[in-house]
C-alpha cells in the first residue's frame, strides 16, 4: 500500500514558555518532531511532508536531518488543523495513495497502531484514531452509530449529551489523497474559534456519503505536550516503557529506575546495566556487555562481552572491540579501543586507536588539541603504556612497546622498544627535614607577632 504522512508541527506552544518551536522540545534525547517521524517512518512511506510555521528554519533543518526526503511546507497564519494540512496539498499533488496525519507533538503513536489504521482504510473511505480517556476533559468526542463514525465533535461546540461521550479524538487521521483533499476544501471556520477544523471532514464525509470509522489505541499513545509538565510526563512515560522493553527483550537492570534510555538506544541481550546509568543518543551496546553504575555513554558502540565503568564516560565517536576494560572516571571520545585491550583507571583517550590487547595504565592522556586542531594518538597491539604517561599528539606506539611510568611521549616509539620521557630524579639529604622545620619556625613567629 503507497502511503504519504503529513506531520503538522507548525505552532509555537505559549504553555511551554518558550521561544523554541514546540515539536522541538525533547524527550529522551529525539525532539518531539523526530518522535513522530519515527512513529511514521515504520510504515515506509513514500513521502513526507512536514508543515511548519513557527521557527520553520530549525523545524524544518530537524526534519530532514532525520529523513533528507521529507518535504517542508510553511503555514504562514495559524488557522487551525484543516488549513494546516491543506498547505501540504501541492507537495502530494501527483501522489495516488493514502495519507496518515499525524501531530509533532504527538510522540508515542506505535507502529502497530498505524498499520491497524491502514488496515481498516481497506474498508471505510475515512479512518480515525480514538481512545477511551479516563478524563475526557477537553477532547473532542467521536460520535458513533455501531461501527460507524458519524462526526467529531470539538468540545468547545458539544452540547452536554455530546460531552458524556467517553471515545475521544487523537488528531490522527487516514485517508485516500484525493477523498482528503476534497473534504477539506468543503470545511468552513463557523465555529467558536473561527478556525477550519480537521475534525468536520467527517461529517461532511457521512453528509456525501462516504463511509468513516474508528481504530482505537490506548490513551497513552496519544499523550500529547503542551507545556513543561506535560513534557515531564512524556520523558517519564517514555522511560518506564523502554526500560520494560530492555527488560522483556533480555537485559538486566539492577535499578531500573536509575537508568535513561535515549529514543535509539540499543542493548542486547545478557546485557547488565548497574544503576545511575545514562545512556544518551546514539548508543548500541552488544550481548553480554556490562555497564557499570554512574556511567554516561553517547554516541558510541560497545561490543560483546566489554565491560565499563563504573564512573566512565563514553563519548560520540567510541567504538570498544570484544572483551574491552574501561573503568572507574576513564573519558573516551572519537577512538577506537581493540579487542582485550584495557583502559581501567583515571584516563583520557581521545583521537587515538588503541591495538588488540594494549594496557593503558593509570593516569594515561593522549594530549590531542594544540589549541588549533585535533590530532590522533596510534597505539599498537600488546602495547604496555605505563601510568601517568602523556601523549603529545601526533604520536604513534608500535606494537609491542612500551613506556615507562611518568614519561612525556613527543616522539614515535618504534615497534619493541620502551620510552623513557622524565627528569632524572635527585635525593637530597636531609633536606626535607629542614624545610620542614624553617616553616614551622616561621609559622610560630608569625603566632607571636599576631
Known sequence: MTVALIILAAGKGTRMMSDIPKVLHEVAGGSLLVHAMMSGSNLEP???????????????????????????????EQLGTGHAVLQARAALVDFDGDVIILYGDTPFI????????????????????????ADPGRYGRLVMTGDTLERIVEFKD??????????CNSGVIAARSDVLFDLLDAVSNDNAAGEYYLTDIIGIARAKDLSATVVRCDEAETMGVNSRTELADAEAAFQGRARKDAMANGVSLRAPDTV????????????????????????????????????????????????????????????????????????IKNAVIEAGAKVNHLSYIGD????????IGAGTITCNYD?????????????????????????????????ATGTIVTKN????????????????TGFARRMQQKFKSSAENAAKDS
Open 371 to 403: 589549541g588549533v586542531s585535533k590530532h590522533r594518538t596510534t597505539i599498537g597491539a600488546d602495547v604496555f603504556v605505563g601510568s601517568n604517561t602523556m601523549l603529545v599528539a601526533p604520536v604513534t606506539l608500535g606494537n609491542e612497546s612500551m613506556t
Open 46 to 76: 513514500e513521502r513526507t511532508v512536514v508543515v511548519a510555521g513557527y521557527g520553520a528554519d530549525a523545524v524544518g533543518a530537524v526534519a530532514q536531518a532525520f529523513d533528507e526526503d521529507a518535504i517542508v511546507v510553511i503555514q504562514q
Open 352 to 359: 587515538a586507536h588503541v591495538g588488540e590487547r594494549s594496557n
Open 413 to 428: 616509539v618504534p615497534v619493541g622498544d620502551m620510552a623513557v620521557g622524565r627528569a632524572r630524579q635527585e635525593n637530597k
Open 260 to 331: 535513561y534510555f535515549s529514543f535509539d538506544t540499543y542493548i542486547g541481550p545478557d546485557s547488565m546495566v548497574e544503576p545511575n546509568v545514562v545512556f544518551a543518543a546514539g548508543v548500541t551496546v552488544e550481548n553480554n556487555a556490562t555497564i557499570r553504575a554512574f556511567s554516561h555513554l553517547e554516541g558510541c558502540h560497545v561490543s560483546r562481552g566489554s565491560v565499563v565503568g563504573p564512573y566512565a564516560r563514553l563519548r560520540p565517536g567510541t567504538e570498544l572491540a570484544e572483551n574491552v576494560k574501561v573503568g572507574n572516571f576513564v573519558e
Open 110 to 133: 506505535q507502529p502497530e497502531t498505524l498499520d491497524a489504521m491502514l488496515a481498516a482504510r481497506k474498508a471505510s473511505d475515512v479512518v480515525v484514531l480514538g481512545f477511551k480517556a
Open 158 to 167: 458539544s452540547s452536554n449529551e455530546e460531552r458524556a461521550i467517553s471515545l
